[in-house]
């Protein structure tokens, strides 16, 4: 309370409303699985288009596990998820490596490598890729640039700290002043430094004689498969103590998350000259030879003995391509990644797997999408996966829901063994995979099999967004589907749906659907997942919007204030047609007072809230009956 010591008047801002509940975001999804290329551990990323996920994980081309083509399922959900209405995406990529040289785990650790990394090697330089994988493999251009004469009459202009210069001898100067030399600085001068005697000053040169050229580089990478660009880094310093020249800005430890996503590989070199970093980068005869021809005029090089010729812009490259026989993972994108590392791990530096989903609080929607392919092979650890998705939802993470994918290629008999496996009122299972146009072929005739999840956490959020999340996702058109792997006719879906099996189905003139909307749980009571996600909408906003309440005095002005608050944003929820009931006493009630408290609980610091809600639940049968009447008696 204020203090009023001296005479005067005194102006306070006082709040005469109720405290506001803000509904939150439904539509954000979290996938997990397997890329092309990406981050391994940390903080899943945000995407907010497919042009994101090519960037940072390596688009649609298929994956490698010891040798063996796989679709590259989880760039196909997330194809589906943006195309069918999904907005804001997290991915955290599960990655499983193997010693190229041999199959088994690290005798110390009883853990699969993960430190060997895709390199090349130029003498006294170390190329890493900063990701596993294929996309590892990419292909590095390191570009020489020249800049015009810097050398005038009375003074060199447009050298800095940390260039890097050749001075060209265009007379007889002896001793030759010609060579690579770093810019340095003594006391307030620029220098030449060339690391075999005293510093050269700029006032040492002759404009006469001498010419000085800046010299930069420029890298472009270019990694295999289908990237939507080539990366161009361009006029970068080779003097490896510029803050942002070349071994800068391809370090191993970016100081900020962006270059660490965006910077496909690090140099590690201990040169601290740019004349040494540029021998073992470009070879003694570039520097010796090369450089000089192309830093020549035409005159020089007619009168030269024997006549030369000036390089090529092919001659002012040099190529290298990451090679992971040199110390890297096994022939492809490393082993299937098994269900322990969906899991993921918190103990170390970095968290990984399901784990990392666990600091992003907007996530409301989980899906693996492909973690069932080759369902029969693999059935333990897709049953393990599944145990994880939903003990991540339902227990470490309250407020989310898990999409499921069946396996493919299996009869209803054997779906239905799959769907008696789980229990849980977070998750919900589709059935069948559905078939796409691959867009990799070229010719646009290749049809894959793809898994359900992306398109159905498209429709979730397509539905959020338009109708609200009480809205049951369902009789939705699955777009960019032109097929499914098995064609469902009524009959089936009557025995699949009482199961909590959801399936697509085709209806001419209407296109592919969406037609179920369960969860695999045996409770009646959350048999639809709209009822389960809204629900699960109502307590993640309240939780959040009554956090100003902790350690305010537990009296009757906190709980009239607490009901107020909580009254507010159900009657929004009832007048947007969320709740049943032709009024709002009907729809909803909110209790806080005497009757839901005892003194014990006020002793013990509760206060205890008591809610109730009557939430819609879609019509998932229609049902007209139909009867005859005569036309001479009433109906």
């Given at each position: 309370?204020?203090?009023?010591?001296?005479?005067?008047?005194?102006?306070?801002?006082?709040?005469?409303?109720?405290?506001?509940?803000?509904?939150?975001?439904?539509?954000?999804?979290?996938?997990?699985?397997?890329?092309?290329?990406?981050?391994?551990?940390?903080?899943?990323?945000?995407?907010?288009?497919?042009?994101?996920?090519?960037?940072?994980?390596?688009?649609?081309?298929?994956?490698?596990?010891?040798?063996?083509?796989?679709?590259?399922?989880?760039?196909?959900?997330?194809?589906?998820?943006?195309?069918?209405?999904?907005?804001?995406?997290?991915?955290?990529?599960?990655?499983?490596?193997?010693?190229?040289?041999?199959?088994?785990?690290?005798?110390?650790?009883?853990?699969?490598?993960?430190?060997?990394?895709?390199?090349?090697?130029?003498?006294?330089?170390?190329?890493?890729?900063?990701?596993?994988?294929?996309?590892?493999?990419?292909?590095?251009?390191?570009?020489?640039?020249?800049?015009?004469?810097?050398?005038?009459?009375?003074?060199?202009?447009?050298?800095?700290?940390?260039?890097?210069?050749?001075?060209?001898?265009?007379?007889?100067?002896?001793?030759?002043?010609?060579?690579?030399?770093?810019?340095?600085?003594?006391?307030?001068?620029?220098?030449?430094?060339?690391?075999?005697?005293?510093?050269?000053?700029?006032?040492?040169?002759?404009?006469?004689?001498?010419?000085?050229?800046?010299?930069?580089?420029?890298?472009?990478?270019?990694?295999?498969?289908?990237?939507?660009?080539?990366?161009?880094?361009?006029?970068?310093?080779?003097?490896?103590?510029?803050?942002?020249?070349?071994?800068?800005?391809?370090?191993?430890?970016?100081?900020?998350?962006?270059?660490?996503?965006?910077?496909?590989?690090?140099?590690?070199?201990?040169?601290?000259?740019?004349?040494?970093?540029?021998?073992?980068?470009?070879?003694?005869?570039?520097?010796?030879?090369?450089?000089?021809?192309?830093?020549?005029?035409?005159?020089?090089?007619?009168?030269?003995?024997?006549?030369?010729?000036?390089?090529?812009?092919?001659?002012?490259?040099?190529?290298?391509?990451?090679?992971?026989?040199?110390?890297?993972?096994?022939?492809?994108?490393?082993?299937?990644?098994?269900?322990?590392?969906?899991?993921?791990?918190?103990?170390?530096?970095?968290?990984?797997?399901?784990?990392?989903?666990?600091?992003?609080?907007?996530i409301s929607i989980v899906a693996a999408p492909g973690f069932s392919h080759d369902y029969l092979s693999h059935e333990s650890r897709a049953q393990q996966i599944v145990q994880s998705l939903i003990t991540h939802c339902e227990v470490r993470m309250r407020y989310r829901v898990a999409v499921l994918d069946a396996p493919n290629g299996l009869a209803l008999s054997e779906v239905q063994d799959f769907r008696g496996r789980f229990d849980s009122t977070h998750a919900a299972l589709y059935y069948p995979w559905l078939r796409i146009l691959d867009p990799l072929d070229p010719n646009g005739r290749r049809e894959i099999d793809v898994p359900p999840s992306g398109v159905v956490t498209g429709i979730y959020a397509r539905t959020d967004v338009l109708h609200g999340v009480f809205k049951a996702p369902a009789n939705e058109v699955a777009l960019g589907v032109i097929g499914l792997e098995t064609v469902l006719n009524k009959a089936q879906q009557d025995v699949l749906n009482p199961l909590g099996i959801n399936c697509f189905r085709f209806f001419e003139g209407r296109g592919h659907r969406l037609w179920g909307a369960r969860t695999i749980s045996s409770d009646p009571e959350w048999k639809y997942i709209s009822v389960r996600r809204y629900f699960a909408y109502l307590e993640h906003s309240i939780d959040k919007g009554t956090q100003w309440a902790v350690f305010e005095n537990n009296n009757e002005a906190l709980w009239r204030k607490v009901r107020e608050t909580v009254t507010n944003f159900l009657n929004n929820e009832w007048r947007d047609g969320a709740l049943l009931g032709s009024t709002a006493e009907e729809a909803f009630f909110v209790r806080c007072d005497r009757s839901t408290m005892t003194q014990q609980d006020l002793d013990l610091g509760r206060l205890i809230c008591l809610i109730g809600v009557a939430v819609v639940k879609p019509a998932e049968y229609v049902i007209f009956r139909i009867g005859q009447f005569t036309a001479d008696k009433p109906a």
């Open positions: 309370m204020a203090e009023y010591l001296a005479p005067g008047v005194y102006v306070e801002e006082v709040s005469f409303r109720p405290k506001t509940i803000e509904g939150l975001s439904t539509s954000v999804a979290g996938f997990i699985g397997p890329t092309r290329y990406g981050p391994t551990e940390g903080p899943p990323e945000l995407l907010t288009g497919f042009a994101d996920f090519e960037r940072i994980y390596g688009g649609l081309d298929p994956l490698e596990f010891k040798g063996a083509p796989v679709e590259n399922y989880l760039a196909h959900g997330v194809r589906a998820f943006f195309d069918n209405g999904g907005t804001k995406l997290y991915v955290t990529r599960v990655y499983q490596a193997t010693d190229f040289a041999a199959d088994s785990p690290d005798p110390d650790t009883g853990k699969a490598n993960l430190t060997l990394p895709l390199q090349g090697s130029p003498a006294g330089i170390v190329l890493r890729a900063r990701f596993p994988g294929h996309c590892g493999e990419q292909r590095v251009v390191f570009g020489v640039r020249t800049s015009p004469n810097l050398l005038s009459e009375t003074r060199v202009s447009g050298v800095r700290e940390h260039d890097v210069v050749y001075v060209r001898d265009a007379g007889a100067t002896s001793p030759s002043l010609e060579g690579l030399y770093d810019v340095a600085r003594q006391g307030d001068d620029l220098v030449l430094d060339d690391g075999t005697g005293p510093p050269l000053g700029f006032d040492d040169l002759n404009a006469s004689n001498q010419r000085v050229y800046r010299i930069t580089l420029s890298v472009r990478v270019k990694r295999p498969g289908r990237f939507e660009n080539e990366l161009i880094w361009p006029d970068l310093s080779p003097c490896p103590r510029h803050p942002a020249g070349l071994v800068a800005t391809f370090t191993r430890n970016p100081p900020g998350r962006q270059d660490y996503l965006t910077v496909p590989f690090a140099i590690e070199t201990s040169h601290t000259s740019a004349r040494d970093l540029l021998r073992d980068l470009l070879g003694q005869a570039f520097v010796d030879d090369v450089l000089p021809r192309s830093l020549s005029s035409d005159e020089d090089l007619r009168n030269a003995s024997p006549a030369a010729v000036r390089p090529s812009p092919s001659e002012m490259e040099v190529t290298y391509t990451l090679d992971r026989f040199h110390g890297g993972n096994d022939g492809g994108d490393g082993l299937l990644p098994t269900a322990t590392a969906y899991e993921g791990d918190d103990g170390g530096q970095e968290k990984t797997g399901l784990k990392t989903f666990e600091d992003v609080d907007e």
